[in-house]
C-alpha cells in the first residue's frame, strides 16, 4: 500500500497532464503580461522596454481609463448593493417554512443558468426605446412622459445594465445564503427564542454572525466579477453613449484587440488582475475576525 | 425556523396574529414581484419570437396573431443556429472531458500520494483562482498565434480547460479526504494496481463530485463569449452566444430574428434547468465556495 502511494513514476504520471496544462496557460502568460506590460510594442513595432511608461500614462493621462475605472467602481459598490442585500432578505424569507420555498427557489435562480449574452439581449429588448417591454409597459400606465431609449442615456445607461446584472446573479447569492442560514443548528434559535428575541434580534444577533463566512464568499464573488465585467456592457450598449458605461475589461479588449497596443493592453490586463487580488486582500483582511478557517 | 414562527405552544394573540398575517402578506408581495420580474421579461421575449416585426411594434402586449413558428426555421436552419449549438457542445464537452481527466488524476495524486511537494502543487494550482481569465487573455492570444496553432477547437478547449482545473482540483481533493482509504486497501490485498483502484474504484466514488464539476465547467463554456469572441474568426466555428450575439450587429432591425435567436439559446438551458435543478443549483453554489 504505501509502497504505491509513493512509487515516483505514478505520481508524476498523474500530475503531469493537469501541470503541463496549467503552468502552459496561466503562470507562463501571467509572467508574460507582467513583463509585455513593461514594454512599448504594438501589432506594428516589435517589443521595447521601456519600465513603468504604460502605467504612468495609464494613470495620469489617460482618461478613458479614468472614466472606465470610476464606472467599475460604482460597478462594483451598486452590484454589491443590487445583489447582496436583496439576496440576504429573499434568503431570510424563504428560510422558513413557507408554501412554494422550492418553487420560488429554483425561480430565483434561473437566470443564473443562462448565458451573458442571453441575458444582455433579453435586457436590450426591455430598454429598446421603441419596441422596449419597459416602455410599454409605462404606456400602459399612461406614464409616456417616462419613456426613453434607456441605454441611450448617458446619466442612467450604466445603472441600467447594473439592473439586469442584478436580475442576473441575485438568485446565485440567495441561494448560498439560504443554504448557509438552514444549516444555524436549530438549538441556536430555538434558545434565542426561548430568551425572548424577536425577529429583528434574530436576524442582528444570530443570523448575520453565523452567515459571516457566506457573507465573504458572495462579497468576493460579487466584487471580483465586478471587476471583470464584460459581457453585459459589449453585448448592450460597447461602452457607449459616449463612454458612460465603459469598464476597464472593455477598454482592455479595445486597446489590445482593435487598436493592437500589445504593451498598453497588458497594462491594463495587470490593473484588472491587481485589483481583483487587492479586493480579495481587503476582503480577507476585513473578515479576519468574523471568519476564522 | 425563523421570524416569527411560534412553537412555543401559547396561543399567540390577536395582535401577533394579525402582524404574523401581515408579515406573510409582505413576504409573498416581495416574493412574487420577484418571480414576475424574472418571467415577465423572459415570457415576453418568447411571445415576441413568433410575431413579426410589425406585430412586435403594432401589438406588443397581445397574444401573437397567428404564431410564426417559421422564424425558428429561419433562425435555425438558414442562419446556421444548429450548427452553432452543435459547436458550442462540442466546446463544452471537450473542455469537461479534458478537465475531469486531469482534476481526477492529480486530485488523486494530491490527496492521496505521498510527496514532498504535494502541497506545493495544490498551492499552484490554487493560484490560478485568483488571476482572472480576462487579464492574461492577451498574452495567450499572441502565444498562440505566435506558435501558430489556430484551431479553436483545440485552443478553446484547453484554455477552458487550464482555467476551470484549479476549481475542480480543489473540489476532488476535498472529496477524496472525505473518502475512506479502506476500501483501496482492500483492492491492493487483492492484487489490484493503481490504474485499477482509479478507475473501477476511485471514479464511481467520484461520481457526485465528477458531476458538480461537469455541470459547472459545462455552463462556464456555454455561457462564454470573450474567449470565443477573441479566438473564433470562422463563421462556422462559432459558438452558440457569438452566434446569437451577431443578430443584434447584422440584422438589427430584425427584432423578431433576433428575440427567436435569444429564444433558441434560453430554451435548451431552461429545459435542462428544469429537469436538473437540482444538481444544477448544487454545482454552481458548491463548485463557487471558496473561489
Same mark, same amino acid.
Given at each position: 500500500?504505501?509502497?504505491?502511494?509513493?512509487?515516483?513514476?505514478?505520481?508524476?504520471?498523474?500530475?503531469?497532464?493537469?501541470?503541463?496544462?496549467?503552468?502552459?496557460?496561466?503562470?507562463?502568460?501571467?509572467?508574460?503580461?507582467?513583463?509585455?506590460?513593461?514594454?512599448?510594442?504594438?501589432?506594428?513595432?516589435?517589443?521595447?522596454?521601456?519600465?513603468?511608461?504604460?502605467?504612468?500614462?495609464?494613470?495620469?493621462?489617460?482618461?478613458?481609463?479614468?472614466?472606465?475605472?470610476?464606472?467599475?467602481?460604482?460597478?462594483?459598490?451598486?452590484?454589491?448593493?443590487?445583489?447582496?442585500?436583496?439576496?440576504?432578505?429573499?434568503?431570510?424569507?424563504?428560510?422558513?417554512?413557507?408554501?412554494?420555498?422550492?418553487?420560488?427557489?429554483?425561480?430565483?435562480?434561473?437566470?443564473?443558468?443562462?448565458?451573458?449574452?442571453?441575458?444582455?439581449?433579453?435586457?436590450?429588448?426591455?430598454?429598446?426605446?421603441?419596441?422596449?417591454?419597459?416602455?410599454?409597459?409605462?404606456?400602459?400606465?399612461?406614464?409616456?412622459?417616462?419613456?426613453?431609449?434607456?441605454?441611450?442615456?448617458?446619466?442612467?445607461?450604466?445603472?441600467?445594465?447594473?439592473?439586469?446584472?442584478?436580475?442576473?446573479?441575485?438568485?446565485?447569492?440567495?441561494?448560498?445564503?439560504?443554504?448557509?442560514?438552514?444549516?444555524?443548528?436549530?438549538?441556536?434559535?430555538?434558545?434565542?427564542?426561548?430568551?425572548?428575541?424577536?425577529?429583528?434580534?434574530?436576524?442582528?444577533?444570530?443570523?448575520?454572525?453565523?452567515?459571516?463566512?457566506?457573507?465573504?464568499?458572495?462579497?468576493?464573488?460579487?466584487?471580483?466579477?465586478?471587476?471583470?465585467?464584460?459581457?453585459?456592457?459589449?453585448?448592450?450598449?460597447?461602452?457607449?453613449?459616449?463612454?458612460?458605461?465603459?469598464?476597464?475589461?472593455?477598454?482592455?479588449?479595445?486597446?489590445?484587440?482593435?487598436?493592437?497596443?500589445?504593451?498598453?493592453?497588458?497594462?491594463?490586463?495587470?490593473?484588472?488582475?491587481?485589483?481583483?487580488?487587492?479586493?480579495?486582500?481587503?476582503?480577507?483582511?476585513?473578515?479576519?475576525?468574523?471568519?476564522?478557517? | 425556523?425563523?421570524?416569527?414562527?411560534?412553537?412555543?405552544?401559547?396561543?399567540?394573540?390577536?395582535?401577533?396574529?394579525?402582524?404574523?398575517?401581515?408579515?406573510?402578506?409582505?413576504?409573498?408581495?416581495?416574493?412574487? +414581484?420577484?418571480?414576475?420580474? &424574472?418571467?415577465?421579461? #423572459?415570457? /415576453?421575449?418568447?411571445?415576441?419570437?413568433? @410575431? =413579426?416585426?410589425?406585430?412586435?411594434?403594432?401589438?406588443?402586449?397581445?397574444?401573437?396573431?397567428?404564431?410564426?413558428?417559421?422564424?425558428?426555421?429561419?433562425?435555425?436552419?438558414?442562419?446556421?443556429?444548429?450548427?452553432?449549438?452543435?459547436?458550442?457542445?462540442?466546446?463544452?464537452?471537450?473542455?469537461?472531458?479534458?478537465?475531469?481527466?486531469?482534476?481526477?488524476?492529480?486530485?488523486?495524486?494530491?490527496?492521496?500520494?505521498?510527496?514532498?511537494?504535494?502541497?506545493?502543487?495544490?498551492?499552484?494550482?490554487?493560484?490560478?483562482?485568483?488571476?482572472?481569465?480576462?487579464?492574461?487573455?492577451?498574452?495567450?492570444?499572441?502565444?498562440?498565434?505566435?506558435?501558430? +496553432?489556430?484551431?479553436?477547437? &483545440?485552443?478553446?478547449? #484547453?484554455? /477552458?480547460?487550464?482555467?476551470?482545473?484549479? @476549481? =475542480?482540483?480543489?473540489?476532488?481533493?476535498?472529496?477524496?479526504?472525505?473518502?475512506?482509504?479502506?476500501?483501496?486497501?482492500?483492492?491492493?490485498?487483492?492484487?489490484?494496481?493503481?490504474?485499477?483502484?482509479?478507475?473501477?474504484?476511485?471514479?464511481?466514488?467520484?461520481?457526485?463530485?465528477?458531476?458538480?464539476?461537469?455541470?459547472?465547467?459545462?455552463?462556464?463554456?456555454?455561457?462564454?463569449?470573450?474567449?470565443?469572441?477573441?479566438?473564433?474568426?470562422?463563421?462556422?466555428?462559432?459558438?452558440?452566444?457569438?452566434?446569437?450575439?451577431?443578430?443584434?450587429?447584422?440584422?438589427?432591425?430584425?427584432?423578431?430574428?433576433?428575440?427567436?435567436?435569444?429564444?433558441?439559446?434560453?430554451?435548451?438551458? &431552461?429545459?435542462?434547468?428544469?429537469? /436538473?435543478?437540482?444538481?444544477?443549483?448544487?454545482?454552481?453554489?458548491?463548485?463557487?465556495?471558496?473561489?
Amino acid at each position: 500500500m504505501n509502497k504505491m502511494y509513493s512509487n515516483k513514476l505514478s505520481i508524476l504520471l498523474l500530475m503531469l497532464p493537469a501541470m503541463i496544462l496549467f503552468i502552459l496557460f496561466v503562470p507562463v502568460p501571467t509572467a508574460s503580461l507582467l513583463y509585455g506590460s513593461l514594454c512599448n510594442w504594438d501589432i506594428l513595432s516589435s517589443m521595447e522596454f521601456i519600465g513603468l511608461k504604460n502605467y504612468i500614462f495609464l494613470f495620469t493621462e489617460d482618461m478613458f481609463f479614468w472614466t472606465a475605472f470610476k464606472n467599475n467602481i460604482f460597478w462594483m459598490i451598486g452590484s454589491l448593493t443590487l445583489q447582496i442585500l436583496p439576496a440576504f432578505l429573499i434568503a431570510l424569507i424563504l428560510s422558513r417554512p413557507i408554501k412554494g420555498q422550492k418553487l420560488f427557489r429554483n425561480v430565483a435562480f434561473l437566470p443564473v443558468a443562462l448565458s451573458g449574452t442571453a441575458v444582455s439581449l433579453i435586457w436590450y429588448f426591455v430598454y429598446h426605446g421603441e419596441i422596449g417591454i419597459l416602455n410599454q409597459v409605462l404606456r400602459l400606465f399612461g406614464l409616456t412622459d417616462f419613456n426613453k431609449a434607456w441605454l441611450m442615456d448617458a446619466e442612467i445607461a450604466l445603472f441600467c445594465v447594473l439592473i439586469a446584472v442584478a436580475w442576473q446573479w441575485t438568485g446565485y447569492y440567495m441561494v448560498m445564503m439560504l443554504s448557509g442560514i438552514l444549516q444555524i443548528p436549530e438549538e441556536v434559535m430555538e434558545s434565542a427564542k426561548m430568551d425572548g428575541a424577536n425577529s429583528f434580534h434574530m436576524v442582528k444577533d444570530i443570523i448575520i454572525p453565523y452567515l459571516q463566512p457566506v457573507f465573504k464568499v458572495t462579497i468576493m464573488l460579487a466584487t471580483i466579477s465586478s471587476f471583470k465585467g464584460f459581457d453585459l456592457v459589449y453585448v448592450m450598449t460597447k461602452g457607449g453613449p459616449n463612454h458612460a458605461t465603459d469598464l476597464l475589461a472593455l477598454q482592455m479588449y479595445e486597446k489590445s484587440f482593435s487598436s493592437g497596443m500589445y504593451g498598453y493592453g497588458s497594462a491594463m490586463g495587470a490593473v484588472i488582475m491587481g485589483l481583483c487580488i487587492i479586493a480579495s486582500g481587503i476582503i480577507n483582511f476585513a473578515f479576519r475576525k468574523s471568519v476564522e478557517d | 425556523m425563523l421570524l416569527g414562527m411560534d412553537k412555543s405552544g401559547k396561543k399567540p394573540s390577536k395582535k401577533v396574529r394579525e402582524g404574523g398575517r401581515m408579515l406573510a402578506f409582505v413576504k409573498y408581495f416581495v416574493l412574487i +414581484v420577484m418571480v414576475v420580474v &424574472i418571467i415577465f421579461p #423572459l415570457f /415576453f421575449v418568447f411571445m415576441s419570437s413568433v @410575431k =413579426s416585426d410589425d406585430e412586435i411594434f403594432l401589438n406588443p402586449f397581445g397574444w401573437p396573431e397567428n404564431p410564426l413558428f417559421d422564424n425558428y426555421k429561419i433562425v435555425m436552419v438558414d442562419m446556421q443556429m444548429w450548427r452553432y449549438m452543435l459547436n458550442s457542445f462540442y466546446y463544452g464537452f471537450a473542455s469537461v472531458a479534458v478537465i475531469l481527466l486531469c482534476a481526477v488524476t492529480a486530485g488523486y495524486a494530491i490527496a492521496r500520494m505521498r510527496w514532498k511537494l504535494s502541497g506545493a502543487a495544490l498551492g499552484l494550482l490554487m493560484t490560478g483562482m485568483l488571476i482572472p481569465m480576462h487579464a492574461v487573455i492577451l498574452p495567450l492570444y499572441l502565444s498562440v498565434r505566435r506558435i501558430g +496553432v489556430k484551431s479553436p477547437w &483545440i485552443v478553446l478547449v #484547453l484554455i /477552458f480547460a487550464a482555467f476551470g482545473l484549479p @476549481k =475542480s482540483v480543489f473540489i476532488m481533493v476535498n472529496f477524496l479526504k472525505g473518502i475512506p482509504k479502506s476500501i483501496e486497501e482492500a483492492a491492493v490485498i487483492d492484487g489490484a494496481g493503481l490504474f485499477k483502484i482509479i478507475t473501477t474504484i476511485i471514479i464511481p466514488l467520484l461520481a457526485p463530485a465528477i458531476s458538480v464539476c461537469a455541470i459547472f465547467d459545462f455552463l462556464t463554456v456555454w455561457n462564454d463569449l470573450l474567449i470565443s469572441l477573441i479566438f473564433i474568426n470562422d463563421r462556422n466555428q462559432r459558438t452558440l452566444q457569438l452566434g446569437i450575439m451577431m443578430f443584434k450587429g447584422d440584422y438589427t432591425t430584425n427584432y423578431d430574428s433576433l428575440m427567436t435567436a435569444v429564444c433558441c439559446a434560453v430554451i435548451p438551458t &431552461i429545459i435542462l434547468y428544469i429537469f /436538473f435543478q437540482k444538481k444544477i443549483v448544487s454545482g454552481l453554489t458548491s463548485g463557487a465556495v471558496k473561489g
